[in-house]
């Protein structure tokens, strides 16, 4: 079986995961709404990211900042005078392509078979530009923030003073940015509007290759053992030095074996004391930490380990999708981690009568308080398991004649397919250990 674009794309538009954006108005380009099922997922990912590098870690805390910052962050963090690609348009067909990716020939003809005429190469910068307060004028010129990184950096006082940190420590956050891609596409993969999942670890100088380390292999140990991700379709790539970004020691991106090829998932980059050294500099500020044991005053290296809500989203649908026969009927499945699926147990009464139904609600009612449950009682119990199976619910309960006699359930298991019998009062904790596993 060959998972592709086009199969994921569908699914998420027809099971409520991803829609386009303003489509009953033609849509707006690379732009997407995230659906019922979707929101459900993205929750669960950002929820196993917060845990697994904040709440499970005694030196790491969160922070929350604001997506519209004083403009001189920018300028010191150097994206008003560097974050920008090459650009190019076509003067027969009026496309625009980033110079350095310009598709093959065969891919890139105008409209009736001529050759693409392109312009000159000019820089264009990738922030959204915007005004703050009545005035547009350059004095009211703001931006919307291309990473929650400085929300994190000129906040590094703020936080380590109120919490008495000390190096190592990590801040870390969860929020929008957004920037103007010249070529946005392959569905979510990149969008002008997304979400990251940073964090921001400061070490004393000279640890952070070991911390460097350390990181990389706690964020490749996340996707494979907290999300289930298959280990043969995630690699390490290490950045040459000669490609490295201005303020990177060193860089290794964790790739994944996407449709149209590998591509990157998230980035683990030593930033050295850049951003701090930036900002003290532009600011005024002492952005230093002095050890009150040694005595020492040091401006702290920075270990970035810096990932994409919506793109992780991306992976764990393309992971998880399979194309199977179940009695005779093709079925599609997403085999998610049961702590990753939006709908975690799925309730069917097998007849609309005997009571099954009204038992299967009070079922339902009392599941809900622990667990995302959906409740069905239309159609045969196969298609239903079907349905379920389609949007990744990792379990189904039926209840029928003998749970009326005796307060007994069948527990069905997604990929297993294996059917128990249960006592209703034993279901929670069997569920918990099932998910957790």
Known sequence: MTVTMEKVVNLCKRRGFVFPSSEIYGGFA??????????ELKRNIRDSWWRYMVTSRENVVGLESAILMHP?????????AGFSDPL????????????????EKVDRQCAKGAECDFTDTRQFNLMFKTFVGPVEDEA??????????QGMFVNFLNVQQSGRLKPPFGIAQIGKSFRNEITPGNFIFRTREFEQMEMEFFVKPGSDDEWF??????????YTQRLGIDATNLRFYDHPKEDLAHYSKATTDIEYRYPFGWGELEGVANRTNFDLKQHSEYSGKDLTFFDEESRERYQPYVIE????????????LLDAY???EQEGEPRIVLRFHPRLAPIKVGIFPLLRKEGQPEKALQLRDILKERFAVFYDQAGSIGRRYRRQDEVGTPFGITVDHQTMQDDTVTLRDRDTLEQIRLPIDRLIPELIQRIET
């Open 140 to 149: 009211a010129v703001a931006f919307l923030r291309p990473e929650t990184a």
């Open 30 to 39: 690379s732009t997407w709404d995230y659906g019922p099922l979707g929101i």
């Open 305 to 316: 380990p810096a990932a994409g809500v919506d793109r992780i989203l991306l992976i764990t």
């Open 213 to 222: 380390e350390y990181w990389r292999e706690q964020r490749m140990n996340w």
């Open 322 to 324: 399979r194309e199977d």
């Open 88 to 103: 190019v348009d076509c003067r027969v067909c009026k496309r625009r392509f980033r110079a350095d990716h310009i598709p």
């Open 72 to 80: 001189r962050v920018w300028e010191a963090s150097g994206h008003i």
